[in-house]
Every structure is written in C-alpha cells, then in structure tokens.
C-alpha cells in the first residue's frame, strides 16, 4: 500500500478486495498494532426481503446464565472473556501502577495490559460473528427484544457481566447480515412482560424476580424455565407484529 510521503508499506491483506476503493483509513491499537481499512464500492445492492415460513421465524432471548435462550428451546452459553482474563489482567495492571510514569518499562507495561484487553475483544466479537451468522443462516426473521442497556449497566452487581456479554453489538451483527442476506429482523417493546407471562395460557405473574429461573403457571399448571419461556412470548410478539405490517 502507497501512502503520502511514505515508501510502499507490506500488508497482510485479511480478504481481496473487489471493487473500487473510495477512502482509505489508517488506525493504531494502543498495543501499538496498525491497520488501514479499505470503503469499497462494490456495486452491489442490497437483496430484496424474502418471504417468511412462519416455522423460520426464532424468538431470541439474550441473559446472563445462558447467552442467548431460543423459541425452539436452544441454549447456547456464551464467553466470559474478560471474567477468564481477569486475573492475568490485575496482575498486569498492577506491574504497569508500580513503574515510573513517563518511562520506557512503563509503555512496555502499558502494552502488555493492551494487549489484554485485545485479546478480550477478539474472542468477544469472534463468537459473536459465528453465533449470529449461524442465526441468519438457519432462519428468515429472528425476533429480538429492545434493551435498555445503558440502565441496565447502572445495577453495579451486573455490570461487569452485562459488559462483558456485548448484547448491542451482537444485536447489530444479526442486524447487518440479515440485511445483506434479504432476511427479516423485528425488534419488540422492552417492557413486554416476556419472561412473567405462561404462553400456554396467557396468565401473567405479578412478580418474578431474577434469581427465579424456572416457574408454574398457577393457572393451567405448564412448567416453564424462565428463557426460554421468554423467547416463546419474544416470538409470538414478533409474528403478532409481522402480522400487523402485513408482512
């Protein structure tokens, strides 16, 4: 790659690219890695939305205990990257504290935590991008429920593992591929009482408090484990919705 005042710089290339390049941009991680990301203009057009079986439609329920729980009563367990780090990472943190500011064993330090904290990201955003591809693949409209994660990182003794989950990006991967792929995502009201209602029957608990994972329905007696309950309801709303916009 040719840059202004510089000679020809090697890269490593992490896909071809296929189309004319429009603007070229150059970051530097705090680990000191660099890298230049390529806006091509392809000329492709995204495809028109597909018609949807309604047996293709998946309810999504995103937690804590289970990463996400599905409307066909899936469980799939997420990472906890920073939580497996953590240790390594005080300990490194701890090195960097104890340098002298200013000086080269403390950018040396600094790198190290850096990294850290890249390596963190990494497998986040990796088993993300392979969990909601498989999601789009499988499915023609996934229903999810909108959160309030900005409040919901305000309860101190979920905040760390609400971070360290990534629901927003997650949402957003399983937003763009379905786009690119004429798949259909629906997104239903947060206060929804999702997880409190028996789809059975309707009935709707006045209370359920979080440490309660699984519960009976006191009026028609069905069993329910609490998330995947929730992406059963997460599910019908969305159809109720498809339904109302004539889709």
């Known amino acids: 790659v040719s840059f202004p005042g510089l000679k020809n710089v090697e890269v490593r290339l992490h ?3 296929d189309g004319k390049i429009g603007t070229t941009t ?8 660099y890298y230049v990301s390529f806006q091509v203009d392809d000329g492709l057009e995204l495809p028109l939305t597909k018609p949807i079986s309604m047996d293709k439609v998946l309810g999504v329920d995103v937690g804590l205990k289970s990463y996400i729980s599905t409307s066909d009563g899936t469980k799939i367990d997420g990472l906890q990257p920073l ?9 490194l943190q701890r090195r960097m504290d104890r340098k002298q500011k200013g000086s080269k064993n403390r950018d040396k330090a600094r790198i190290k935590v850096a990294r850290i904290h ?3 990201a990494n497998k986040r955003v990796d088993f993300q991008h392979k ?6 693949d499988d499915h023609d409209a996934i229903v999810l429920e909108s959160l309030n994660i900005k409040g919901m990182v305000k309860n101190h003794h979920l905040a760390k593992s609400i971070s360290d989950a990534g629901w927003s990006e997650f949402m ?20 929804e009482p999702s ?6 029957c309707g009935y709707k608990l006045d209370e359920l408090t979080l440490d309660v994972r699984e519960w009976t329905c006191p009026r028609c007696g069905t069993a329910h484990d609490r998330d995947i309950n929730a992406a059963i309801n997460i599910k019908a709303l969305g159809i109720e919705q498809l339904n109302t916009e004539g889709i």
């Not at 150059?26 to 890695?33: D, P, R």
């Not at 969990?131 to 789009?136: A, D, H, M, P, T």
Request: aromatic residues 6%; charged residues 35%.
């Open 195 to 200: 997880s409190k209602t028996c789809h059975s």
């Open 131 to 136: 969990l909601s591809r498989q999601l789009v």
């Open 83 to 91: 939580r497996e780090s953590e240790t390594r990472l005080k300990v």
């Open 172 to 191: 957003r991967q399983i937003k763009y591929k379905a786009d690119w792929a004429g798949k259909t995502v629906v997104q239903i009201g947060r206060w």
């Open 118 to 120: 890249e390596k963190i």
């Open 15 to 17: 896909r071809s690219i």
């Open 26 to 33: 150059i970051s530097k991680t705090k680990s000191g890695k």
